[in-house]
Each structure stands twice: as C-alpha cells, then as structure tokens.
C-alpha cells in the first residue's frame, strides 16, 4: 500500500512530464531526479518501441486512475496442478502515490485495429486528460497489451487549454494514426468497439482521410 502523500504529482512524475514538456518542473523541490532516474524509479526502460519510454511513463501518469479499465488481453490454460492459469496482456501497477488532486481522463473511443483469428482482436482505446500545473491536455492510446509498442500506453500529444478539446484531441489521434501508416505500413483499423466524446461518423470520417487511398 502506497504512503507517499503528495496533492497532484511525485517528484518523479514531475521530472518525466517536465521532460516530456520540455519546460521546468513546475514544483518547489531543490533538487529533482532526473528524468532518466525518474523512468527507472518509475520502472520504465528499455521495453519501448516505436514510441519512447518517456511517452510511456507520461500515459502511466495520466491514466492511473482508470488502468483497470483500460483494454485487458488475457488468456487461460490448464497448469500442471491442473489449475488455471490466467496470463495478462496488461499489468496494473501500484499507485504511486495517495493524491488530494485527481486527474481525470475523458473516454474519447475505442478502435479494433483488426481481427487476427477467432477471439484475438487488437483494440486501442483514445483519451484526453487535463493535466493542472501544466495546463494541457495529454491524448493517450491505450492497447490490451505491450506486443505492438512494448508497452500498453502511450502519451500522442498535448495541446493547451481550450473549450474544444475534443476537436484539438482528434488532430493528435490522426497525426498518431498518419505516423503509423508512414512508418509501419499500418492499415486502417476495422471497426470500432464503442464511442464516447468521439461520435461514430467523425470517427469514420477521419480514417478515411487518412487511408484515403483504401477501398472501404
């Protein structure tokens, strides 16, 4: 159990996003670790691919509040006691702190990338989070498992206050989407799972401008 009282963020967290920012931290501490110390301190190194540790230790920090709800793969099977063995594709860690200040993501959608086989589906779910201190937003993708990215979230983009922050939030999803076409060859996703602030029609509507050279 976590004893460590802060009102929003560590001192480790305020070094990852300080650095993700690219600003000063934003808190009276002398003297802070680094942002290296603070990835490791964090328990995020050397798994990242594609995407970077730092976008993945900012992702923890946002959504620690909902992980448990994020996209969970799982499998089972029969052990050699003839119990069942539960693997999990995502792993809840230990808050890291008891805050006065929550933040709170904004469910955004959930996409299914595509359908490799029976039960095996690869979805991605999308949210924007106000980080106070800061001031801005933070988009995040978060997948059931680390198979893709070597971890399961990632921070996309950040932007600054604003009343459409739904809208600003889309542009973020697209560049990320846009990226993975170019870097990955990454084909349009299938379908999506469910929608939250981010209707159905936008949805669609910005996947094809992105694979505007797909058939539907």
Partial sequence: MTTNHVNLFTDEEHAILAEWFHVEPRCDVAALPSATEALEALGFF??????????????????????????????LRQGE??????????????????????LVPQYLLTINWADSG???????????????????????????????????DFAIGHFPKTDDYVSAAI????????????QFSQERWAYLFSNGLVNEDTAIRLREEVWDDEPD
Avoid: M
């Fill in 46 to 75: 050397g798994n990242a691919s594609g995407c970077s540790e730092v976008d993945a230790a900012v992702a923890s920090i946002v959504l620690e509040r909902i992980q448990d709800a994020l996209p969970q793969w799982a499998s």
């Fill in 118 to 152: 029976p039960g095996f589906s690869w979805p991605v779910d999308y949210h924007v989070t106000w980080v106070p201190i800061y001031d801005r937003y933070i988009a995040t993708q978060s997948a059931d498992s680390p198979d893709a990215f070597g971890y399961c």
């Fill in 171 to 182: 542009v973020k999803i697209r560049n990320n989407w846009e990226w993975q076409r170019d």
């Fill in 81 to 102: 006691n003839e119990d069942t063995v539960i693997t999990l594709g995502r792993d809840i860690k230990a808050r890291q702190a008891l805050r006065t200040v929550e």
